[in-house]
């Protein structure tokens, strides 16, 4: 079965960086679009960034010129780099793998919290 877990997060300073990763198994990860989303307490999971599987790459309006997303196919994993981290960034990121309208996986999460 497809499996995705994401790994690095933890807690940082203001103004720290994180790299998170996902690992993905159980599918053909080169044909899928892959996904960061986050989600804060009492808000709405939103998008953070995601990367087509041609490596065409999207942010999120409060996460740009901060954090990048990129993907490695021979190792079936997606990273998030995050710079300039901010309290407003604490949550839970979750990785989302997609294919298609009728293929899509999510990860358990990772919590990133940002505080001093």
Known sequence: QVQLVESGGGLVQPGGSLRLSCAASGLTFSLYDMGWYRQAPGKQRELVADITSGGFTRNG????????????????????????????????????????????????????????
């Open 61 to 116: 309006d409060s996460v740009k010129g901060r954090f990048t997303i990129s993907r490695d196919n021979a190792k079936n994993t997606v990273y998030l780099q995050m710079n300039s981290l901010k309290p407003e960034d604490t949550a839970i990121y979750y990785c989302c793998a997609r294919f298609g309208s009728y293929h899509t996986y999510w990860g358990q999460g990772t919590q990133v919290t940002v505080s001093s």
